[in-house]
């Protein structure tokens, strides 16, 4: 598991109050519980994490952590050695 991966799924995990052992890396959002509401409150959070914005589109184009953090990577370099 990336680092950028981990703060995922540990922000997720806040959110869905749950402990984050629960958050499969493959496991879509919708699967996880992610409705409307929390949805937006996670790119919120990832929007402060990276620094710019991201479209609530990107759970759904991209519905699991794994896909998330790959394309987040990409479109944000270096995102991976700052997650924290």
């Known amino acids: ?8 799924t540990n922000k997720l995990a806040d959110l869905l ?20 509401i ?3 409150r996670f790119m919120r959070t990832i929007q ?3 620094g710019g914005d991201v479209e609530l ?8 952590i794994s ?3 790959r394309y987040l ?3 944000f370099e270096g995102l991976d ?3 924290a």
Request: glycine content about 8%; aromatic content about 6%; some cysteine.
């Open 1 to 8: 598991m990336t680092k950028l991966e981990q703060t995922l």
């Open 73 to 75: 990577e990409e479109e």
């Open 67 to 69: 896909e998330l953090s």
């Open 48 to 50: 402060e994490l990276v």
């Open 17 to 36: 109050e749950v402990d984050s052992g629960q958050i499969g890396l493959h496991v879509t959002f919708a699967d996880l519980g992610v409705d409307s």
């Open 81 to 83: 050695e700052c997650a």
């Open 38 to 40: 929390v949805g937006l």
């Open 57 to 64: 589109e990107c759970i759904f184009d991209y519905p699991t």
